[in-house]
C-alpha cells in the first residue's frame, strides 16, 4: 500500500489505500465463499441484488460480468437489431458505443452540454427519426444527465431509455437514484468505480419484472431450463467472490461517496482562491443544481490549448492526471466505416482537447491535493514568467 508521506507524487488513485480500512472485512467474506464453494450463483450474489435494489429503489437487479456486458444485454433484451437507431454520446467510454456496433445497429451522436459534459437533451430530440429504438444517456463522471427532460422526450415517443450509470451508481436527479428512470440502468464495479470490486463486474437495474426476466434468461446462454435455449444469448454471470467483496463495500459506500465530495469541495475552494479560474486558465466542474454527484471523477477544462502541456507539467513532478476522453468515438479508428449520424458535435470535439481529470478518491488527503494545486499554479506561474520575459 502506497504512503502519501513517503514521497511528494500523488497518484490519479489508489485502489489499495482506500481498501485497506476493510481488509479483515474482505478476508471474512471471501472465506466464506470459498469454504461454501458456491462459486457461482452464490447466496451473496442474491443478497447483493437485493441489497442494490433496496439502494437504487427498483424493483428488479440483474447481475453481470461487467459495465460493457450489461450495456449489451440491455440492447439484445430490447430486441434492437440491424436497421435500428440508438441515439448515444459520443464523448464516452468505448462500451457505450461498441455494444450497439456489435448487434448491428447504428451509433446516432448527440452533442454534449459543455458544462456537465452530459449529452444535450435538445441534441437527442433533433436526431429521432422512426428508426431509433433506443436512447442511451451516459451519468458521465458521477454526474447523472437531464434525465428529466430525456425521458419526456422518449416518452412521447414510447423510444426506452438505457441509463449508463457505469460512473453513477449513487448519484440522483431530482432525488431520484441513478438507474431507476429508465427501462434499464447498467452499472459497472470495475475496481475504479465508486463501489468497486476486485476484478470485472456489473448490474443491471430493472423495474419490469417482466424485462428483468428477460434480460437474465439472456445472461444466461438464453437458457431456460438447462439445455433449453429460448434465445441465443451470452454468458455473463457476477461470481460470487465479487459479489462479496462488493457487499462489504456497499455497506461504506456512503462515506466513500462523502470522501470523493469533500475531495470536490476542496478543489473547488483551493483553485478558485488561488486565482486559477478563467477562461483562459481552468474552468471547473460544474454541478447541475438538480443533481446529486458522486465524483468518481474531477474534471476540470483547460483552456487556452494547454491542456497537455499542464498534464506534462504534472506528470514530471509525479502527479497522477487523465484524459477521459481525449478521442470521441466518433473519431475512432474502429468506427471508420461504420455508418452513423450526428447534427454536428462542436462541444464533443472541443470537450477532448480541453478536459483533464485530477486525483479524487476517497482517502485523498488535503497535504497531496495541496501539492496538486501548487504545482497547476506552478505551471501557469511558470508560464506568465515566460511570457513576460
Not at 479483515?24 to 465463499?33: N, P
Not at 436512447?135 to 431509455?161: K, M, N, S, T, Y
Not at 473519431?331 to 482537447?353: N, Y
Request: aromatic share 8%.
Amino acid at each position: 500500500m502506497s504512503n502519501p508521506q513517503d514521497n511528494a507524487g500523488v497518484p490519479l488513485l489508489d485502489v489499495n489505500r482506500d481498501n485497506a480500512p476493510h481488509r479483515e472485512e474482505f478476508i471474512e467474506a471471501l472465506t466464506e465463499v470459498l469454504d461454501s464453494g458456491r462459486f457461482l450463483f452464490g447466496p451473496d450474489v442474491v443478497e447483493l441484488e437485493s441489497e442494490l435494489a433496496g439502494y437504487c429503489q427498483v424493483d428488479n437487479v440483474v447481475g453481470c460480468a461487467s459495465g460493457s456486458d450489461a450495456l449489451l444485454l440491455a440492447l439484445m433484451a430490447l430486441d434492437i437489431k440491424p436497421g435500428d437507431e440508438v441515439i448515444v454520446p459520443s464523448f464516452t467510454f468505448f462500451a457505450s458505443v461498441s455494444c450497439i456496433s456489435r448487434l448491428g445497429a447504428t451509433p446516432v451522436f448527440a452533442d454534449i452540454e459543455p458544462g456537465t459534459f452530459n449529452v444535450n437533451p435538445e441534441s437527442v430530440a433533433s436526431l429521432i427519426t422512426d428508426k431509433t429504438k433506443a436512447i442511451i444517456p451516459v451519468h458521465l463522471f458521477g454526474q447523472c444527465a437531464q434525465l428529466d427532460r430525456i425521458c419526456q422526450i422518449a416518452g412521447e415517443r414510447d423510444i426506452p431509455v438505457i441509463e449508463d450509470a457505469a460512473q453513477a451508481i449513487g448519484a440522483a436527479y431530482h432525488s431520484r437514484p441513478a438507474g431507476s428512470w429508465g427501462a434499464i440502468g447498467c452499472f459497472s464495479f470495475y475496481p475504479t468505480k465508486n463501489l468497486g470490486g476486485m476484478g470485472d463486474g456489473g448490474m443491471m437495474t430493472v423495474p419490469d419484472a417482466g424485462l428483468a426476466d428477460r434480460v437474465r434468461l439472456f445472461a444466461g446462454h438464453g437458457m431456460r431450463p438447462r439445455y433449453y435455449h429460448k434465445v441465443i444469448g451470452i454468458n455473463s454471470r457476477l461470481d460470487t467472490f465479487q459479489a462479496a467483496v462488493l457487499r462489504v463495500k456497499l455497506r461504506h459506500l456512503g462515506d466513500a461517496i462523502d470522501g470523493r465530495t469533500a475531495v470536490a469541495d476542496r478543489y473547488d475552494r483551493m483553485l478558485t482562491d488561488q486565482g486559477m479560474v478563467g477562461e483562459d486558465q481552468i474552468t471547473l466542474p460544474t454541478r447541475d443544481k438538480n443533481a446529486f454527484h458522486v465524483w468518481n471523477q474531477y474534471a476540470i477544462r483547460v483552456g487556452g490549448e494547454r491542456r497537455d502541456a499542464l498534464r506534462s507539467y504534472l506528470a514530471e513532478r509525479k502527479i497522477g492526471s487523465e484524459i477521459y476522453y481525449p478521442i470521441p468515438m466518433h473519431k475512432q479508428e474502429c468506427f471508420e466505416g461504420t455508418p452513423f449520424r450526428h447534427e454536428g458535435l462542436e462541444e464533443t470535439e472541443k470537450a477532448s482537447l480541453e478536459v483533464l481529470n485530477l486525483p479524487v478518491f476517497p482517502s485523498l488527503s488535503e497535504a497531496e491535493q495541496t501539492r496538486v494545486i501548487e504545482a497547476i499554479g506552478s505551471f501557469y506561474s511558470s508560464a506568465a514568467s515566460r511570457a513576460a520575459a
